[in-house]
């Protein structure tokens, strides 16, 4: 499957954003690729970096957009996963939006809230699992790189591949920040073994990385920092070599023998 990661600079302007995810679209339909994956919050810009806080964001607008993307993935034939947020009820959530070609779109809302989130929205209930192409792909947002927790639930549930998705910037450099989030990433795919993908917003100074990492922890592709632009990674399934089936191995004994504790 050929999936493509796209980063742009996010901002409170949703016609600007929208404009930035359709040209990324059509770009990566026209390199054949199959599942493309944008930044958390993309759509809406995220509070308060972006707008000033979800209860100021224009939803009947998102909505519009929403459908947009929807029909954009139909036409493409194309599955697009893209950050953006919802209002139930005067209370919101920070949602990753999965469109599929045949016109559907699925959830995946934000759990691990904390600061600004915390401020902002309330958390999801899905556990973030997808079937793509006969693919197993888990979703995470942002702040739940830091949980491993968040992660082994996704193992448990067989997840080939996981999408990490981020708004993660600052106003000033930060290459520690920068270093330890991919660390985060490298150590999920390790423990896990499976193929994780990570997309970031490109605004300010990129403090995660868009990038993907195999099952073993190598960094295969990465991004410039700061630079709009495409990556394209095209994956398939492997066999699993001798030091992935020992942590697999070792992983499902200590499942078994801590549900008997």
Same mark, same amino acid.
């Given at each position: ?112 809230? &904390?600061? &600004? =989130? ?14 793509? =192409? ?59 073994? #499976? ?62 023998? #801590?549900?008997?504790?």
């Amino acid at each position: 499957m050929r999936i493509g990661l796209y980063q742009f600079p996010g901002s409170g302007d949703m016609e600007k954003n929208y404009g930035h995810m359709e040209k990324a679209v059509l770009s990566a339909a026209s390199q054949k690729v199959r599942f493309l994956a944008f930044h958390e919050c993309a759509l809406t810009g995220y509070p308060p970096l972006e707008i000033p806080s979800a209860a100021g964001a224009d939803y009947q607008a998102e909505a519009g957009y929403r459908e947009q993307l929807r029909r954009l993935s139909k036409d493409q034939g194309m599955y697009i996963a893209a950050g953006s947020m919802e209002e139930e009820n005067g209370r919101y959530r920070n949602l990753m939006l999965l469109f599929s070609p045949d016109g559907t779109v699925q959830t995946y809302g934000k759990r691990a809230l &904390w600061g &600004w =989130d915390r401020e902002n929205f309330i958390p999801g209930a899905q556990t973030g699992i997808f079937q793509i =192409d006969g693919i197993r792909l888990g979703i995470r947002i942002c702040f739940e790189v830091r949980f491993p927790e968040f992660f082994r639930e996704l193992y448990r549930k067989k997840a080939e591949v996981c999408l990490v998705s981020f708004c993660d910037s600052s106003r000033e450099e930060n290459t520690a920040r920068y270093e330890l989030i991919k660390a985060h990433l490298r150590t999920r795919a390790v423990e896990n073994v #499976c193929t994780v993908l990570s997309v970031n917003n490109s605004s300010f100074f990129q403090t995660a990385p868009t990038a993907v990492f195999d099952p073993n922890g190598a960094v295969l592709q990465e991004m410039d920092r700061h630079k709009e632009g495409l990556l394209i990674y095209d994956y398939e399934k492997g066999s699993d070599t001798f030091g992935m089936r020992g942590r697999r191995e070792i992983s499902d004994e200590l499942r078994r023998n #801590c549900s008997h504790t």
